[in-house]
């Protein structure tokens, strides 16, 4: 009796240190995934950044360029008014 108890035990401790062996192998399987995923989110992350930056930069480069044609705009305006104030000054002659 006490033979078969021992067998008992032993069976259910074999059983036990399969289950932690499975488990281990699942864990360290997951790990795995959630670093790979990670590196992904992170390598998305970085591209991300990339394209704000260049956006920025982007940004800043069309900001200057609306500057120059307003002051070029103005400059034109100028210039028509004089020659218009040419032509009146001709005309009234």
Do not use: F, P, Y
């Not at 670093?35 to 930056?53: F, I, N, W, Y």
């Amino acid at each position: 009796m006490e033979l078969l108890e021992d067998i008992d035990s032993l069976s259910t401790l074999e059983e036990r240190i399969h289950q932690a062996i499975e488990l281990v192998t699942r864990l360290r399987r997951d790990v795995e995934t959630a670093q790979s995923e990670k590196a992904a989110v992170m390598a998305e992350r970085d591209a991300a950044l990339q394209e704000v930056a260049a956006a920025k930069d982007q940004i800043s480069r069309l900001t200057q360029e609306i500057q120059m044609l307003r002051d070029e705009r103005k400059q034109v305006r100028s210039r028509i008014e004089r020659l218009l104030g040419q032509i009146d000054a001709l005309s009234v002659s």
